[in-house]
């Protein structure tokens, strides 16, 4: 049993992530914004087993998605930017309407975040640490905020998660999405007027039956969850980290469709 769970494990490890369609209404959403469609990857690893290969393949079909906006939400890498820049080069080819956004997992943090930010900024991603702009159709908005991951907090001088800078000033008219690589973030977003959060960093468990045991330390395992008019999205990831196994957790890119009440299905 556990030679043939150990096969299927690296079979689907190795596969390389379908696309999951989530459709998600929000009470605050513009009308002008209705249909919005958000691309999310997360938790990609790319380091040791993942490359550049990789990297190429994953970036055409994010943008065969024509998204209106991409969200990395965190662990892009495993390594220092001076052995894996290569590797990440074709991330500069991503593409979005409004933008290719970006905020620090815990990994990116061990891999050295500061050099991590300078870099991907090269590569033309928007970096959101712990601030929020504003992203308008017309006369429609609203608010991306994004936050840097919690355990920077234990880097020095590297910084980490500060909600209520990121939400200062913010016009709480406007629906609000928020971009932080831990799902634990969620308890207090809900709580200061996030709509919806975008989260990674638990891979879904990877390798069934760990969901149980992550479960125990992070309530928001992966899919939907949802707090009063808060909800939270959780991607399982669409790389793997350790093993190149996932079993009951298979990888993903997120494409999800935002609507206001009562627009089109």
């Given at each position: ?16 992530p379908a696309v999951r369609r989530v459709e998600v209404t929000l009470r605050k959403w513009p009308q002008g914004f209705d249909g919005f469609r958000i691309v ?52 500069a080819d991503l593409r979005g309407r409004y933008g290719v956004f970006f905020v620090t997992g815990n990994h990116d943090f061990y891999s050295g975040a500061e ?151």
């Amino acid at each position: 049993v556990v030679l043939v769970a150990g096969l299927l494990g690296l079979r689907f490890g190795l596969e390389f992530p379908a696309v999951r369609r989530v459709e998600v209404t929000l009470r605050k959403w513009p009308q002008g914004f209705d249909g919005f469609r958000i691309v999310q990857i997360s938790d990609i690893h790319i380091g040791p087993l993942l490359g550049r290969q990789f990297s190429e393949r994953l970036v055409a079909e994010v943008n065969a998605l024509a998204p209106d906006l991409v969200a990395v939400t965190g662990d892009l890498v495993d390594g220092p930017v001076e052995k894996l820049r290569g590797e990440v080069e074709p991330f500069a080819d991503l593409r979005g309407r409004y933008g290719v956004f970006f905020v620090t997992g815990n990994h990116d943090f061990y891999s050295g975040a500061e050099a991590w930010v300078e870099q991907v900024t090269k590569l033309g991603m928007r970096v959101l640490r712990n601030e929020h702009v504003v992203l308008r159709n017309g006369s429609d908005a609203f608010s991306l905020v994004g936050v840097d991951d919690h355990r920077g907090n234990m880097m020095p001088g590297e910084g980490g998660e500060d909600l209520n800078a990121a939400l200062k000033g913010i016009d709480t008219d406007l629906a609000q999405i928020l971009l932080a690589h831990d799902p634990s973030t969620f308890k207090r977003a809900c709580q200061l007027g996030v709509d919806l959060q975008l989260s990674g960093h638990t891979h879904g468990g990877q390798i069934w039956p760990f969901r149980w045991f992550v479960r125990l330390a992070i309530p928001f395992v992966d899919g939907l969850y949802r707090r009063g008019d808060a909800t939270l999205y959780v991607s399982r990831g669409t790389g793997f980290w350790g093993p190149p196994m996932r079993l009951g957790a298979p990888s993903e890119i997120t494409e999800i469709t935002l609507r206001a009440p009562g627009g089109s299905a």
